[in-house]
C-alpha cells in the first residue's frame, strides 16, 4: 500500500526557514508528479509547488522567489524550502504524489503544520 509521509513542520518566526520533506513508500515506481498543497484556516486548499518526473515545476506566485520545490526520484522523495516565511504561509501542508499502479492514483499525506508567529 502506498503512503506519504511528511515531516518538517514546526513553529518558526516571520522571516524564518523551514523544509518540508515527503517520503512515498509501498512503491517502486517513481511518481508521475509530486506536489505540496496548503490549506490556511478558514480557506480553500491551495497548490503550492508541483514538480514532475524530468524536473518541470510549477510554483504558485505566493511563493515565487522564496520557496523551492525539488525530488529525489530514485528515493521518491520530495522536499520544499521554504524561506522567508510570513504569517499568511501558516496552514497543514499536504504532500500529494501521482503515481502509476496499473493506472494513476493520486496518493495524499496526512499533512504537516506550519506555523510562522512571532
Known amino acids: 500500500q502506498v503512503q506519504l509521509v511528511e515531516s518538517g513542520g514546526g513553529l518558526v518566526q516571520p522571516g524564518g526557514s523551514l523544509r518540508l520533506s515527503c517520503v512515498a513508500s509501498g512503491t517502486s515506481t517513481s511518481s508521475e508528479y509530486m506536489g505540496w498543497y496548503r490549506r490556511a484556516p478558514g480557506k480553500e486548499r491551495e497548490l503550492v509547488a508541483r514538480i514532475s518526473r524530468d524536473g518541470t515545476t510549477i510554483l504558485a506566485d505566493s511563493v515565487k522567489g522564496r520557496f523551492t520545490i525539488s525530488r529525489d526520484n530514485g528515493k521518491n522523495a520530495l522536499f520544499l524550502q521554504m524561506n522567508s516565511l510570513t504569517p499568511e504561509d501558516t496552514a497543514v501542508y499536504y504532500c500529494?504524489?501521482?503515481?502509476?499502479?496499473?493506472?494513476?492514483?493520486?496518493?495524499w499525506g496526512q499533512g504537516t503544520q506550519v506555523t510562522v508567529s512571532s
Open positions: 500529494t504524489a501521482r503515481i502509476y499502479i496499473g493506472y494513476y492514483v493520486d496518493y
